[in-house]
């Protein structure tokens, strides 16, 4: 059974730093991987996903994740943080190795993100 | 164009009532989703549709907890004897196809069980 891990309920960063939100997962093939971002009192929205490729993936307000098969984690980064990051992360998975492609996509617990400034 | 909507965006219900959520899904998206967040906290995922297909109902809680949608468009959560354990914000979000695209979410419908 495919399962995703968020290990940290809570990240701080000061404002300027760089950021990490950890994910990792656990597929029987390979995975699509995806993050979404929740800000205070609005809809969740995808930040970014992973599919093949370039294992570095970049997406939306200037995150990027870092696909790592070895050690099957996804974590999403950024060089400089902003206060207007802080929000809940949720990073999620889907086994494309299952042969049924009905198949969902499960989410993580989610990590909140406190930019300090 | 227009995104998932939602109705109604709140919704309060005494205990023991039965309550109905309605969600549109973008248009031409395959896949829908309900998912259930309580405040502040991660997805609880209900039930998923894909296509005609039969629904994944893995996540409902309980029986009494049912969904369905109709025309491949429109899905309805019904929620009969509503519990307070069951406040929460429950969201839909739809996809082009389940688990290749991203999903796209609703702004949610804020249950409130008194």
């Known amino acids: 059974a495919q399962s995703v891990a968020q290990p940290e309920d809570q990240v701080n960063v000061a404002e300027g730093n760089p950021l990490t939100v950890k994910c990792t997962y656990s597929?029987?093939?390979?995975?699509?991987l995806f993050w979404y971002v929740q800000y205070p009192n609005r809809g969740l929205q995808f930040l970014l996903k992973y599919i093949t490729g370039d294992n570095l993936v970049k997406g939306s307000y200037g995150f990027e994740a870092e696909f790592n098969k070895s050690q099957t984690s996804f974590h999403l980064k950024k060089p400089s943080a902003l206060v207007s990051d802080s929000a809940l992360y949720f990073c999620a998975v889907r086994d494309i190795a299952t042969r049924n492609r009905d198949d969902k996509i499960i989410f993580g617990k989610g990590t909140r993100l406190h930019i300090l400034p | 164009g227009a995104g998932v909507s939602q109705s109604p965006s709140n919704k309060v219900t005494e205990k023991g009532k039965d309550v109905e959520l309605r969600c549109d899904p973008i248009s031409g998206h395959t896949a829908l989703y309900w998912y259930r967040q309580s405040l502040g906290q991660g997805l609880e995922f209900l039930i998923y549709?894909?296509?005609?297909?039969?629904?994944?109902k893995s996540g409902l809680p309980s029986d009494r907890f049912s969904a369905e949608r109709t025309g491949g468009s429109v899905s309805t959560l019904t929620i009969q004897r509503t519990q307070q354990e069951d406040s929460a914000v429950y969201l839909c979000?739809?996809?082009?196809?389940?688990?290749?695209?991203?999903?796209?979410f609703g702004p949610g419908t804020r249950l409130t069980v008194t």
């Open positions: 979000a739809s996809s082009l196809l389940a688990g290749l695209y991203e999903q796209y």
């Open positions: 549709f894909q296509g005609n297909s039969a629904p994944d």
């Open positions: 597929v029987s093939g390979n995975p699509y």
